[in-house]
């Protein structure tokens, strides 16, 4: 309001303070008083006598809004080319003041048949959705880490300080009713590397050194974002993107897919 320092006046009633674009002045205490306190009795006026007639503001006419409990007015007249009421700036399309010669209303049925095909429309590749705060994955895998290590399966071979376990997803499967499986690989292999070997591990055919449509992939199962096949473990480690004892989702999809819909493993 600092470019319009004179355009409008704040209500005097003590507690309003309200700024009114078209004040209404009251004759006995000549102060200046909002659409809400404009008469005596709402602004409690000590210079008012019965025996002295209220006079109505005749200052700039104001155009009020057909909405009952609307008190906004205009300045002009906003008329609905369609039902010929007048509305103020807020209610001035139909939609907004549930025009009655309104051509073509939004009804229940077709609003169930656009969300209907909304989630008819979402795939695998779509945004992540949070299911869980940083702080929280984290405690939930230190406490997950505790009983993988009692009955992962994994290389052998793998020296113990390089090693991380993951609960890890199958395709098709489910986070919050499982089962998943607890394995352990190389912080040092890659992601590539990882779901190799994890295929190989719970036996599952694994065709991404072919032509097919549809390849192995491992995804985050707190983000539902793709786990780069040529980045390493430890990277993603060091970026907090995954932690050890966290839960991972192997799943096949179209080679583009980026992100998956977590709902559609809880």
């Known amino acids: 309001m600092a470019e319009f320092p004179n355009l409008g006046k704040h209500c005097s009633l003590e507690g309003c303070k309200q700024i009114d674009f078209l004040p209404f002045a009251c004759k006995s ?149 499982g089962p998943a499986k607890p394995l352990f690989f190389s912080k040092t292999w890659s992601v590539g590397r990882v779901l190799d070997a994890a295929a190989d591990k719970v036996s599952i055919s694994n065709t991404n050194n072919t032509d097919s449509s549809q390849k192995l992939r491992l995804f985050s199962a707190d983000e539902g974002s793709l786990l780069p096949t040529d980045q390493t473990i430890d990277s993603l480690l060091s970026e907090e993107t995954i932690c050890n004892g966290c839960t991972v989702i192997l799943e096949r999809v179209p080679d583009d897919v980026i992100n998956i819909n977590l709902d559609l493993y809880y």
């Open 29 to 177: 205490c000549q102060q200046v008083f909002c659409l809400d306190h404009k008469f005596p009795d709402d602004h409690d006026c000590k210079e008012f006598s019965a025996e002295t007639p209220y006079v109505e503001y005749s200052g700039t006419k104001a155009y009020t809004c057909s909405i009952t409990k609307c008190t906004a007015r205009e300045l002009m007249p906003v008329v609905c080319e369609k039902c010929s009421k007048n509305f103020c700036l807020r209610h001035r399309h139909q939609n907004d003041h549930n025009c009655e010669n309104l051509v073509e209303k939004i009804t229940p049925t077709k609003t169930a048949e656009h969300v209907q095909q909304i989630l008819a429309s979402k795939k695998l590749n779509e945004h992540p959705k949070k299911t869980k705060g940083r702080k929280s994955s984290k405690t939930a895998a230190k406490v997950a880490l505790m009983k993988m290590k009692m009955n992962a399966a994994g290389d052998k071979k793998i020296p113990e300080p390089d090693r991380v376990y993951f609960s890890v997803v199958l395709p098709g499967g489910s986070i919050s009713k």
